[in-house]
């Protein structure tokens, strides 16, 4: 079967750095999911969509965050 | 020399320190002779709601360490009686008081770190069963249809331990199934002449990565669902390693009676976890009055109703894949 513990790390691991390349204007933007395009909603219950934006821009924050020393 | 009289007041061998445990706290028909731990002491509504265990920190055990050390310090004397008199001395009593105190503060120190890594006093929570209730949950697991009341009972706040109730979770049964289910996929490989030793951790390690990939996705939708739930992680681990148990039971029929006998019983389970999965979840993952019943209408509860059967859908999935390839 070989689905093991390394190959779920090795596809984390992908999908961090998937989510940290992809590019803030030449595609967020233009999708509709840009850092400043979400936040607004406060009145009510975020929806799936302000998650998932909420959920890339912490990621790629952090990931940032990491690499600026 | 410093050691015995703090080591004898923690072992968990020892027998006849539970029994004066149970002297000490005046405990009243609460114990269950506990088979893996030391008896526990407390009940519902007893002084201390949140004690599981004989609480082994630093107040009681000096004073079970002061109740020993007349037995400790009369044992080393009993079996080495040239030592008496070296034992006698004054500035050895000190020495030993003084190397005491050095062990009982090392013992806090990687206590302390411990902790900061594995929550090791949360962990114990879930440890926290006996027999009656393992048997019970596994009848629970094959046959939920007729249980009534899933909801956990709380003592001030805090979920009671899952010796008293039924439908807290555990980690006992998961892990020991987990380990059951490699022995067993070990043996089914065996009896086809597939085995070889590197193959039972493949095994384990596989069906780990399905169990942590399984609690991610379902952490994650969690968080995009934005669902106010008091479920953790640990709970959400024990809950998914039930099927474990499933598993054992279809494997090892299929083994004993062959692949129809597999395919009915692994069903009869499937069917049986599915509607566990759902009853349960359904009162931590729902709003209040959809769990008691009545059709909420709305979208966010109608998501939080398709993530509950999702999981739960999921279960009998992941039991047949990680099961149909042991028996041929």
Request: overall charge positive.
């Amino acid at each position: 079967m070989a689905f093991t513990l390394y190959s779920l790390l090795q596809a984390a691991l992908l999908c961090v750095n998937a989510i940290a390349v992809l590019h803030e204007e030449r595609f967020l933007k233009n999708i509709g999911w840009g850092t400043d395009q979400g936040i607004g909603g406060f009145e009510e219950e975020p929806g799936i969509k302000s998650q998932l934006m909420n959920l890339i821009r912490s990621v790629r924050t952090v990931m940032r965050g990491k690499k600026k020393n | 020399m410093a050691g015995p009289p703090r080591r004898l007041a923690r072992s968990p061998q020892v027998g006849g320190h539970e029994v004066r445990d149970l002297e000490l706290r005046g405990v009243h028909g609460a114990g269950m002779p506990a088979s893996k731990r030391r008896v526990p002491v407390s009940q519902p509504g007893m002084t201390d709601p949140h004690q599981l265990f004989d609480d082994t920190s630093s107040a009681q055990s000096r004073g079970y360490g002061a109740q020993r050390a007349p037995g400790g310090l009369g044992y080393p004397t009993a079996s080495a009686s040239p030592q008496s008199a070296f034992l006698g001395d004054p500035v050895s009593n000190m020495a030993m008081a003084y190397g005491s105190s050095l062990a009982a503060q090392g013992k806090e120190l990687v206590d302390k770190n411990i902790d900061r890594f594995i929550p090791v006093t949360k962990l114990k929570y879930y440890f926290a069963v006996d027999t009656m209730y393992v048997g019970k949950k596994l009848g629970l697991l094959f046959f939920p249809y007729l249980h009534q009341d899933w909801e956990v009972q709380y003592q001030q706040d805090t979920p009671v331990a899952p010796r008293f109730d039924v439908n807290a979770p555990d980690l006992y049964i998961p892990a020991m199934a987990f380990i059951t289910y490699v022995l067993v996929a070990g043996l089914a490989l065996g009896t086809q002449d597939r085995f070889s030793p590197d193959l039972l951790g493949l095994q384990a390690s596989s069906a780990l990565a399905w169990l942590t990939l399984e609690v991610l996705a379902i952490l994650l939708s969690l968080y995009l669902v934005t669902v106010n739930t008091d479920l953790t992680t640990i709970d959400l681990v024990a809950f998914l390693g039930y099927k474990y148990v499933g598993m054992i039971g279809g494997v090892l029929m299929g083994l004993l009676f062959g692949k129809v006998v597999y395919y009915l019983v692994l069903g009869w389970c499937c069917v049986s976890i599915f509607v566990f999965m759902i009853r349960t979840l359904r009162l931590k993952i729902l709003a209040e009055a959809a769990a008691e019943g009545i059709p909420v209408r709305g979208a966010r509860n109608q998501l939080r109703m398709y993530l509950t059967m999702a999981v739960a859908a999921a279960q009998p999935l992941l039991m047949y894949w990680l099961t149909f390839h042991l028996v041929r």
